[in-house]
């Protein structure tokens, strides 16, 4: 029933489980952590790597849209150095067919410049050149508005020349003549699946005075650009906008995005701060977080990648289930590892549990345990050994302690018969005394009894100040019937102190040594005051004398035990006052001490008053 009470209390394999769960804990921790840096590792080192292929793919992109420019202004630059072309514009004609045949020279000459180039580039466009008013030429040739040219039979596909009496009016033909050779860059009214290139273009063998051959116009589709760039989707999800200069999208493989102002939408905006210089940041945008990557391009456009963390997170997909399925083994087989070395760790712990949980009492103790091996397990169960050794042979020493107090108890009780004995003689004594009127003899046998009951209690016992104080007072009855009238005592005590407890027999031994190394060694007669009053903090009972005095110095460093013979016969009396006080105190502040001053030898005992020891301490030491 013992052993399962305690048990109970103390599970067998509770160490077992704790070191368990300590290592799997940290095991799993240690694993998890571990793995999840990898695997942020990997993550930062994939989304780097997708960001420099997809910085590459870009760059060429980039170049194939640039190329679309270049190849713009070399047809236009072809178109109008060509000789051919300033002649027929030069020269005046008023044969119909010659007029004819020129303007379809100058027709096959456009198509030639323009067609070279930009079929390398795109696959559809379309391209006008409006003639300046002021050729002869011009007047042979229609006048249009740009709008009106998607009308026409053939389309915007058609390659056509126009005279530039209408289109002069427009804002886009201003617009360009302004910019004088560089391009213009629009869109017609409110299409926007369309984007022109206007340039004015001129020629030196022009013989008018601004060398103006008139404004040619290219209109590409915004899918061509779509072809240029479609290659840039580095990922699946990836989402391409190619923005104008005016940051609206101009193409985009995402259709809702194709027309949006990336400016207007607080989701997107973030891109344009890399517009000049080009850089990547991290957006949401619709819910979805996304890496976007800028790169400028000609014109003011900009071309910008949106790359969705998922993408890079599922090809990560692998990496992580590699990651997991390490994790997932490491954790097994660190329990495992874990259950082997807590079993290990724990089986010679809860073994030494067993044998000290088994040991109820004396019947026991007598207990030995082989140590394991040359560990700190190891000093356990050999200290434990060592242990029950010595508790073993102390309890042999306690039964024969025991033993001898008995028999000590007994002699003590056969040795208080004869105190009580002499007390009965001496009241017989006092009783005749009485009766014969003998009173000396009546004061002295009556202190003497007195002072026989007093020491018959237990020597140990604290008492009231007040019956020390009676025992000092038949102490000096006896004396006085011996000396006389050699001294006096006289008695301070204040009132309070009267039920002070302290030790027994502390006291009367200096009064006995005031009456013999004090008053005894003078002429005339002899004071002796018994003083006690307390600060609060301590209690302190003075002995004063008129006599001689003697060496303090020395009394002190007896006491101390810093002298060891003391050739007086109150050596033994003050040491055992002293060693008592502090024995019974603890305390080496409270005890005995002699001073000699102003011809006044003064015994001076101290003890604790009605304080705690801390407090006591922390008030004498201020």
Partial sequence: MFKNKSMSFIPKASIKIKIAVLFIVLITLSALLSNGI????????????????????????????????????????????DKTIADILNKATFDDIESYRDL?????????????????????????????NTFPVAAELPTIQLEQLSKLPGGTGSNRFFNSDEAENEEWFKRTVELSGTLNIFYANDDRDRVYFAKQVRNPLILNTTNEMGVIVIAIDTSEFGKQIEASRLTQGTQLLLADQNNQVLYSNNPTLKGMDISSTPDLAPVLQYTDIGGTSDLKYNQTRYIADTYPLKWGWNLIALIPYSDITDRLSIIFDIIVGITVAVIVAGISFTLLLSNSIARPVIKLANVMRNIKDGSTM????????????????????????????????????????RQAEMKALQAQINPHFIYNTLDSINWMALSKNEDDIVTMVSSLAHILRYSIKQPNEQVPLRQEIEHVQNYVNIQSLRYGDNFQVSYDIEPELYDYLLPKFIIQPLIENAILHGTEQITGQGKIVLRAYTDGIVVRIIVEDNGPGTDTALLNDYLDREQEVLHSSDG????????????????????LRFYYTDNVMKSVITVPYKVSKKTLTEKIST
């Fill in 38 to 81: 990898l695997y942020f590792v990997f993550m930062n080192i994939m989304r780097e790597q997708l960001l420099e292929d997809q910085q590459n793919i870009m760059l060429q992109s980039r170049s194939n849209v640039q190329n679309v420019e270049n190849s713009i202004d070399q047809a236009t630059y072809y178109f109008s150095t």
């Fill in 104 to 132: 379809n020279t100058i027709n096959q000459q456009f198509i030639k410049y323009l067609d070279v180039p930009l079929s390398n580039v795109v696959s559809t466009y379309s391209a006008t050149f409006f003639v300046k």
């Fill in 366 to 405: 007598d207990v030995f345990i082989e140590p394991p091996e040359q560990d700190e397990v190891g000093v356990l169960y050999r200290q434990f050994n060592n242990l029950m050794k010595r508790i073993n042979g102390l309890v042999d020493d306690v039964i024969e302690s025991g033993e001898r107090e």
């Fill in 572 to 591: 033994i009396g003050i040491s055992n006052i002293h060693q008592r006080i502090k024995l019974h105190y603890e305390d080496n502040m409270f005890g």
